[in-house]
């Protein structure tokens, strides 16, 4: 999948190539200089770790998965504070099909609650979809992440209930899904 720079109206979806994941790996001077953005001290997101990153850099390197892509979310206010760095996303290939991918995502807790993740998540899903292969794009987040359920709910996407750890997926988890076909009625 071609990775596309995304604009949109608050964000500056800047996809992540090997240099810049092994940049926010190991100097975040650098990061900051790839992404011409900020790097908050906070940086990294919690879920956003090192073996998360080595995985996404071997993933990057590879191209074993068609759909792995990776976009880091720079906040791009010229009249406040400039660009900073206050988030990331991207997808991967579902193991149990070929024409399913997971979306995740996460946010700096100082920019959590400002509607970026909506935002971002929105401008994806065109492009996701852009990728004919593609039918459907699922999530998953845990049942007292309210944020994280509104993110999903607001792009459209449907509860289907408890995931199972036979999925591929962290059990105790909430599965969502958003087909193909329910971006044409949106």
């Not at 892509?69 to 579902?94: E, F, H, M, Q």
């Not at 929105?122 to 699922?138: E, G, K, Q, S, T």
């Amino acid at each position: 999948m071609a990775t596309p720079r995304i604009r949109t109206e608050r964000l500056d979806l800047i996809p992540a190539s090997v240099e810049i994941l092994k940049s926010d790996l190991h100097d975040h001077a650098a990061l900051a200089r790839l992404l011409d953005a900020t790097v908050p001290a906070a940086w990294p997101p919690d879920e956003m770790n090192d073996e998360m990153l080595t995985d996404f850099i071997r993933m990057a390197s590879d191209t074993t998965d068609p759909f792995f892509a990776c976009w880091y979310w720079v906040r791009d206010t010229p009249n406040k504070v400039g660009r900073v760095l206050i988030g990331c996303g991207g997808i991967a290939s579902a193991s149990y099909t070929s024409d399913t991918v997971l979306v995740g995502y996460s946010v700096l807790d100082e920019y959590q609650g400002q509607g970026h993740a909506t935002e971002a998540v929105r401008h994806l899903i065109p492009v996701i979809f852009a990728d004919h292969h593609i039918a459907r794009i699922m999530a998953t987040t845990y049942p007292e992440l309210g944020a994280s359920i509104r993110v999903l709910e607001r792009n459209g996407f449907v509860c289907t209930g408890k995931t199972l750890p036979c999925d591929g997926l962290e059990e105790g988890t909430l599965g969502y899904v958003l087909e193909r076909n329910d971006t044409v009625r949106r």
